[in-house]
């Protein structure tokens, strides 16, 4: 009977547990940055806390990154959502939660932000500087990356920053983005379609400089110079006409006749012919502790 | 090869040029009432022009995205409560619903429950004693969710919709070209009246 009774209450006893172990994570003692999966090195952990020293001093906001191992049955969003509430983190803050083993988490902001702040934006950031380096498994750098371009976003929307407390932190500037040949190859792809039409015309025109130059070639005079616009009218294009009659014979011998004189003009009797060729500055206020309730990221 | 006197004359020429204008005033037809019904639609995602006003509304679309957040925030709230347990997962099922909807109509009827079951949660968590954050949060997060109901309520896109519907869709030959090529009319957000 007492070990029935044993087994009860120690089940009701797990059982809550685990109802409430889920958001009953309570932040670390550095606050900004809370590693319960172990993945992130002693200077990135710095750097994030660094960081919220002049997002502090500078507006009033926090960006706080949370890792753990599982979500469990839990949907990402709602997690964030409930952590941003129940840390109270700044109506001008940024949460990152993700789990390394599910490899999905997100980013929720506060109140006040979330208006300049909105979903497709989140997505857009992870994708571009976090997602990547997260699924391979380079924690440090996808925390780096992301947090980077976070601080700099909140320098573009509310003004530079002021510096912090031992003014060590220096951004670094945005990210390069690709390289330059990664750039020419994506402007060939998206031109790709104009570059094919130049290129078949270039044939064309260099087809058409060929057949040109054999015209004057087979007139056994210099040939002139080529334009490009000779590909619609040329003399080349020209039918040519049937050979003249020849004239008549000139008469032998004999006097006062006067030999037969070509006309000055050039042989053919036609002429060449002519030839023209990437916020708003809105006011800042501080407080508000609550998630806007947004969420980008993968649920 | 010698063409065929047939194709010389002007009798031909002149069937040629009917057919050709047989064939393609209906073609051209159909593409501008289907242009046109997707401009109407497109008032839902990117708010609706006020002639009068000179402005743009707000989009229903951004409304719904509103409302979303606020039942986040209510179901982060929810779970912590066993009375709320049923309610909850009501909203959470329609939020699922309404983010993963295609169609205006589908939308409509995902918000719809998301509404009701909102309503319901408000209910029930009058009664129950909450913390003061919880507290705080349930007044933020209703007041936006009510808030987006209120500018849905108002908001002119069934109005353009129906507009249309009774100005163009309906009349000669709107209504003989939409049937011919089976054009649906726009969507509005509650079904088409």
Partial sequence: MTKK??????????????????????????????????????????????????????????????????????????????????????????????????????????????????????????????????????????????????????????????????????????????????????????????????????????????????????????????????????????????????????????????????????????????????????????????SGGGFGGRR | MKIPDILKSRVFAFSLLAAVVLISTPLGARASLKRASNNVEEGFYNGVYIEDGDYTSGSIASYLSDASRAALGLITIGTNHAELTDVTDRMRTAREDLLGANSIGDKYAAYHTLSSAFDSFMSIVSDLSLTDSEGESVEIYSELFIQSREAIGRNPYNSSVQNFITEVFQRFPADIIASIFSIDAPESFGGNT
């Fill in chain 1, 5 to 290: 009774l044993f087994s009860c209450l120690l089940a009701l006893v797990l059982l809550f547990s685990a109802a409430s172990t889920v958001f009953a994570l309570e932040p670390s003692s550095d606050f900004y940055v809370t590693d319960e999966s172990g993945v992130l090195s002693r200077s990135t952990i710095e750097s994030i806390i660094n960081m919220n020293s002049i997002l502090e001093n500078s507006y009033d906001a926090q960006l706080i990154i949370v890792l753990i191992d599982y979500f469990g049955d839990v949907y990402a969003d709602e997690y964030a959502v409930q952590l941003f509430n129940d840390w109270q983190i700044s109506g001008n803050g940024i949460l990152l939660v993700a789990s390394t083993q599910e490899k999905r988490g997100g980013i929720t902001v506060g109140s006040e932000i979330e208006s300049v702040f909105p979903d497709s934006t989140k997505n857009d950031y992870l994708n571009r500087y976090f997602w990547d380096d997260f699924d391979a498994g380079n924690y440090d750098e996808a925390v780096t990356n992301l947090s980077n371009a976070l601080f700099n976003w909140y320098e573009d929307e509310f003004g530079p920053a002021s510096s912090g407390i031992d003014g060590s932190y220096a951004p670094p500037p945005a990210a390069d983005g690709p390289s330059l040949g990664t750039r020419i190859m994506y402007f060939i792809l998206r031109n790709i379609y104009i570059i094919v039409i130049l290129f078949i015309f270039l044939i064309i025109v260099l087809m058409d400089r060929a057949r040109y130059r054999v015209y004057y070639r087979g007139m056994g005079i210099p040939i002139p110079r080529y334009h490009f616009w000779y590909l619609w009218h040329g003399p080349h294009h020209r039918p040519r006409g049937p050979r003249p009659p020849r004239g008549p014979r000139p008469p032998r011998g004999g006097g006062g006749g006067r030999g037969f004189r070509p006309s000055g003009r050039g042989f053919g009797g036609r002429s060449g012919g002519g030839f023209g060729g990437r916020s708003g500055r809105s006011s800042f206020r501080g407080g508000g502790g609550r």
